[in-house]
């Protein structure tokens, strides 16, 4: 399970490409709002407030140590130099001065990484004490295979949980729910149990666990990921981070969360596909891929690599793919100047492949001379002979092909 930041982000597209991610402050006021004990803090855009929320923060809490946290829509923030510790107001005001408007590059960003615009001001939670702290990783998310929810967690936080699940896979449990039931008692009690907590800290993990669950399904999410939870040293249980994935079609419920999207975190042609109704996700790689489908991108992705190419983007034009559409989504796709190619690749079901070859054919037509890359058209089903026919006679630069190999074939000859 040791994803490269591509395919984590091709996965996201193909199982979550409804779902809105949030920041860290934002998911641990989401989780607050539940009575899950979180670690405090105050979000800020500039020096000057980040050392009037650390004035405040002390004024509250009564901790003079801070941690300053990049807020970005990626992980892995504490090794690429987006997490540090300040122990006076000078050393707020300096990390945040450095920290603010930084390009932070981290194993989930795009390589050139996320351009900081927020920074997160929080207690210092490890402080030292009687005994020691430790960090415990926990995940909320939904069983694609048996329906249910369940409750991801480990002994081994802090860390990458995918390094863990291949090294360690002994140290993951999992707990899954019955949703007619909810999380039980007793199974609070079995996750405080593994983790190998006793007395207080043991009490204070099933309130968490029970209060985590409840804010997952309050709050719509598909995904929850608290890396890490917290022991602190006096055996509080909190989320020292949050990662919140709301699920976009219960959105209407959660007029408030709605208007926790961050644009800005957004990429400007997804942003596009969304107002046009289509679903389009940026990788690194140099085809641009049309499909109708996740499973079909699956498939596709495979294709690519056959080939020897690498995905530039994946665009999921859905159920219609008449011209109108097909020519949306050509341009939408040559936005990004890495692709030297395009594939389509559609299955005709209930859409006809003939039907969407005369979309491609128009849409070109009328683009003129907007395309210069070559493309390459599989489609299978429905009718696919009569709009490979259709497509030859076209005298348009596209290749066409109804099998997955002569597909693939055709996408490394113009490479
Ligand atoms: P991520 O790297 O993006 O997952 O960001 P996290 O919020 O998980 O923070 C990364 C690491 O920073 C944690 O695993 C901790 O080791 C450290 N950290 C976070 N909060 C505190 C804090 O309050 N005090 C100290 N000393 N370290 C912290
Ligand atoms: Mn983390």
Same mark, same amino acid.
């Given at each position: 399970?040791?994803?490269?930041?591509?395919?984590?982000?091709? #996965?996201?597209?193909?199982?979550?490409?409804?779902?809105?991610?949030?920041?860290?402050?934002?998911?641990?006021?989401?989780?607050?709002?539940?009575?899950?004990?979180?670690?405090?803090?105050?979000?800020?855009?500039?020096?000057?407030?980040?050392?009037?929320?650390?004035?405040?923060?002390?004024?509250?809490?009564?901790?003079?140590?801070?941690?300053?946290?990049?807020?970005?829509?990626?992980?892995?923030?504490?090794?690429?130099?987006?997490?540090?510790?300040?122990?006076?107001?000078?050393?707020?005001?300096?990390?945040?001065?450095?920290?603010?408007?930084?390009?932070?590059?981290?194993?989930?960003?795009?390589?050139?990484?996320?351009?900081?615009?927020?920074?997160?001001?929080?207690?210092?939670?490890?402080?030292?004490?009687?005994?020691?702290?430790?960090?415990?990783?926990?995940?909320? @998310?939904?069983?694609?295979?048996?329906?249910?929810?369940?409750?991801?967690?480990?002994?081994?936080?802090?860390?990458?949980?995918?390094?863990?699940?291949? +090294?360690?896979?002994?140290?993951?449990?999992?707990?899954?729910?019955?949703?007619?039931?909810?999380?039980?008692?007793?199974?609070?009690?079995?996750?405080?149990?593994?983790?190998?907590?006793?007395?207080?800290?043991?009490?204070?993990?099933? +309130?968490?666990?029970?209060?985590?669950?409840?804010?997952?399904?309050?709050?719509?999410?598909?995904?929850?990921?608290?890396?890490?939870? #917290?022991?602190?040293?006096?055996?509080?249980?909190?989320?020292?981070?949050?990662?919140?994935?709301?699920?976009?079609?219960? #959105?209407?419920?959660?007029?408030?969360?709605?208007? @926790?999207?961050? #644009?800005?975190?957004?990429?400007?042609?997804?942003?596009?596909?969304?107002?046009?109704?289509?679903?389009?996700?940026?990788?690194?790689?140099?085809?641009?891929?049309?499909?109708?489908?996740?499973? @079909?991108?699956?498939?596709?992705?495979?294709?690519? +690599?056959?080939?020897?190419?690498?995905?530039?983007?994946?665009?999921?034009?859905?159920?219609?793919?008449?011209?109108?559409?097909?020519?949306?989504?050509?341009?939408?796709?040559? +936005?990004?100047?890495?692709?030297?190619?395009?594939?389509?690749?559609?299955?005709?079901?209930?859409?006809?492949?003939?039907?969407?070859?005369?979309?491609?054919?128009?849409?070109?037509?009328?683009?003129?001379?907007?395309?210069?890359?070559?493309?390459?058209?599989?489609?299978?089903?429905?009718?696919?002979?009569?709009?490979?026919?259709?497509?030859?006679?076209?005298?348009?630069?596209?290749?066409?092909?109804?099998?997955?190999?002569?597909?693939?074939?055709?996408?490394?000859?113009?490479?």
């Amino acid at each position: 399970m040791d994803f490269c930041a591509t395919q984590r982000r091709f #996965l996201n597209f193909v199982l979550e490409s409804d779902s809105m991610n949030l920041h860290e402050y934002q998911g641990k006021e989401i989780l607050a709002s539940f009575g899950v004990n979180v670690q405090r803090g105050i979000v800020a855009d500039s020096p000057k407030k980040a050392v009037e929320a650390a004035q405040s923060l002390t004024e509250s809490t009564g901790t003079a140590w801070h941690v300053i946290k990049a807020q970005i829509h990626a992980g892995g923030r504490g090794k690429g130099g987006g997490v540090k510790l300040a122990k006076t107001l000078d050393e707020v005001k300096s990390i945040a001065q450095e920290i603010i408007g930084m390009q932070l590059i981290t194993p989930q960003t795009p390589p050139e990484g996320k351009t900081v615009h927020q920074i997160l001001i929080a207690e210092d939670v490890y402080y030292p004490g009687e005994s020691e702290t430790s960090e415990i990783y926990m995940s909320v @998310l939904l069983n694609r295979a048996s329906g249910k929810n369940m409750i991801m967690y480990s002994t081994e936080g802090g860390m990458d949980i995918e390094a863990v699940a291949e +090294k360690t896979p002994h140290l993951i449990f999992t707990e899954e729910i019955d949703p007619s039931l909810g999380l039980q008692a007793f199974q609070a009690r079995k996750i405080a149990f593994n983790l190998g907590l006793s007395g207080f800290a043991f009490k204070e993990m099933t +309130k968490f666990v029970s209060a985590l669950y409840k804010a997952y399904v309050g709050s719509d999410a598909s995904l929850f990921e608290i890396n890490p939870v #917290l022991k602190t040293s006096d055996d509080k249980i909190m989320a020292v981070d949050a990662k919140v994935t709301l699920d976009d079609n219960a #959105l209407f419920r959660h007029k408030d969360y709605a208007e @926790l999207r961050d #644009l800005k975190e957004e990429n400007p042609v997804e942003i596009e596909a969304n107002e046009a109704g289509l679903n389009y996700v940026d990788l690194d790689g140099n085809v641009g891929c049309m499909v109708n489908g996740a499973g @079909l991108a699956m498939a596709t992705m495979d294709l690519i +690599k056959q080939s020897g190419g690498d995905p530039a983007n994946f665009l999921d034009v859905g159920g219609t793919a008449d011209a109108a559409r097909v020519e949306t989504a050509f341009r939408l796709i040559l +936005k990004d100047p890495k692709v030297k190619a395009i594939l389509v690749n559609i299955f005709g079901g209930i859409v006809r492949c003939d039907r969407v070859a005369q979309g491609i054919v128009d849409a070109y037509q009328n683009m003129g001379d907007a395309i210069k890359v070559p493309i390459i058209v599989r489609l299978q089903g429905t009718n696919a002979e009569q709009a490979k026919e259709l497509i030859d006679a076209s005298g348009l630069n596209v290749l066409s092909a109804t099998a997955f190999e002569e597909a693939a074939q055709k996408v490394q000859s113009v490479l």
